[in-house]
């Protein structure tokens, strides 16, 4: 068994997705928005490249959620703010999701033998999923505006740590050692770090500093999201 960390969605190619279990990482914010999704009740969350096609979706069952460039979509319901979206029940819904980044980060690992999604909310869970699949990894960063972000490599380090943990004898690539490295240096400021990121920055200019604090907490929840057909669900639910 091996890990490979890739750094940003241009970086992915399909050698690091066809047979492997893919973990998507988006920190801040689109991994852990669908992380929050689940836990508040939505039965399923379809991930969508654009506007036009959220919009297609749209029925009675739906609710719209997304951001361009941190701004909420004119004619959605929410923002891609975890935060707020996790203050309502939404029992019997399904979320469509289109964001900057994530959301196209899930649409080029489609092809990934397991999609699961995951972020610091929760780490423990889904790299513990990943493992019992006793195959290759791969940690995908989406990255913010085809830059690496650091949440995400944090996050992806927090990972490769619990993995070598549960499986000392589990290869990793040098990219995931550096992450690692980085976690273990890092740690001891989240959440607070992520208000130091090019992310963390930006989504402060637009006000949404509860996410970023919420974001940056490590294993407060169990769900882990994974990709069936178009759609993701809770793997407690499949
Ligand atoms: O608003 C978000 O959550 C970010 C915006 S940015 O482009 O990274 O600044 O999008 P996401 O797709 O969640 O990375």
């Known amino acids: 068994m091996r890990i490979e ?12 997705v066809n047979g492997r279990t893919v973990i998507v990482i988006d920190v801040l914010r689109a991994s852990s ?40 979509i004119d004619g959605f319901d929410y923002n891609n703010s975890p935060t707020v979206i996790r203050k309502k029940d939404h029992t019997g819904k399904h979320l469509v999701l289109t964001t900057t980044n994530g959301t196209k980060a899930v649409e080029k690992a489609a092809k990934a033998d397991m999609l699961l999604i995951g972020c610091f909310l929760n780490a423990t869970a889904c790299i513990t999923e990943a493992l019992v699949q006793n195959g290759d990894i791969t940690i995908y960063c989406a990255g913010s505006r085809n830059e690496f972000a650091l949440e995400d490599g944090l996050a992806a380090g927090l990972m490769v740590h619990l993995a070598k943990k549960q499986a000392p004898s589990i290869e990793t690539c040098d990219f995931s050692k550096a992450m690692e490295a980085c976690f273990l240096q890092l740690s001891k400021g989240l959440p607070d770090l992520l208000f130091t990121t090019t992310t963390g920055k930006r989504l402060t200019s637009h006000n949404y500093t509860d996410d970023i604090k919420y974001c940056g907490q490590i294993d407060i929840l169990q769900i882990v999201p994974i990709k069936k057909e178009n759609r993701i669900l809770s793997k407690t639910n499949t």
């Open 5 to 16: 960390t890739v750094s940003t969605v241009e970086e992915i190619t399909t050698e690091h």
């Open 33 to 72: 928005t669908m992380v929050t999704a689940l836990t508040s009740g939505f039965d399923s969350i379809t991930p969508v490249g654009t506007v036009n096609e959220a919009f297609a979706l749209q029925s009675k069952n739906t609710v719209l959620a997304g951001e361009w460039h941190c701004e909420k």
